[in-house]
């Protein structure tokens, strides 16, 4: 299994328009983080986690030419406005498949409406199929994938485990009985914003506690802002098996069915 990782900023990405913060300013290229997400490929697959304002981008920058989905986490801004860039793939592969909570489906029918048109159609519109995520798993290819429910603040979010992988963003709160989805991990990514508390995401400390208590082999912090700091000195000042993760980053993970 490879995972790339498209994005690991937060919602407003860094540098941040018009941002005088030293971060912002950095011309270390693990500095520059567009909005959150990743791609997860084993064997013919290859599935996206959320699609932001910068997927058209960030497929550009993976050489992606095809996708057998998108999984949602949220519905918010800097995890779905991404959906419109689909039109290439739908011109070669036909209907996208789409996979989220029933409410974050239902934003984005509301919010991307021409997409699920299915009368008098806008031409050159891409098509979705509909796949509802419960709180239990669900098949992307050959592969079995475990949601994690957890809150950002007080709205419900997806996490997702693929095999010895899992990806959770926007995380505040994991239950005791989804962490317990989470043993013998290889790789965990979670967010980890900054350092001073923020009432809807993991911070610094926060996240790390978190890692102790999943206890993967591996861990990678995304949904970065510019307040956690400067890459290279956030990343000496971490556990031996925690990393910062960047754009453009890959991992492999060994992959069981």
């Not at 407003?12 to 270390?28: A, D, K, Y």
């Not at 979010?157 to 317990?180: C, H, N, Q, S």
Request: net charge negative; with cysteine; charged share 25%.
């Amino acid at each position: 299994m490879k995972v790339t990782f498209l994005g690991t900023g937060t919602s407003q990405g860094i540098p941040i328009i018009g941002s005088e913060h030293p971060v912002c300013l950095s011309e270390n290229p693990k500095d520059k983080r567009l909005r959150v997400s990743v791609l997860v490929e084993w064997d013919d697959y290859a599935y996206v986690v959320d699609c932001g304002p910068d997927f058209r981008q960030q497929m550009l920058n993976a050489e992606c030419k095809r996708i057998d989905g998108i999984v949602f986490t949220h519905e918010h801004a800097d995890h779905t406005m991404g959906l419109d860039d689909i039109r290439p793939f739908f011109f070669r592969q036909g209907d996208i498949p789409i996979y989220g909570h029933e409410r974050v489906l239902t934003a984005l029918a509301h919010r991307f409406d021409y997409i699920f048109q299915t009368k008098n159609k806008y031409p050159g519109a891409p098509s979705v199929v509909i796949n509802e995520v419960k709180n239990k798993p669900f098949r992307l290819g050959n592969l079995d994938v475990v949601p994690i429910d957890g809150l950002h603040d007080k709205l419900q979010v997806f996490g997702f485990r693929f095999g010895k992988f899992a990806y959770l963003t926007d995380m505040k709160i994991v239950p005791d009985e989804e962490v317990a989805k989470l043993q013998d991990l290889d790789v965990l990514v979670v967010n980890a914003l900054r350092e001073s508390p923020h009432q809807s995401h993991f911070n610094l400390e926060e996240a790390l506690d978190f890692i102790k208590k999943v206890k993967p082999k591996r861990a990678f912090l995304t949904h970065i802002s510019h307040l956690l700091g400067f890459h290279d000195e956030v990343q000496q000042n971490l556990p031996e098996n925690v990393f910062l993760a960047y754009d453009n980053l890959q991992i492999t993970i060994d992959h069981e069915e």
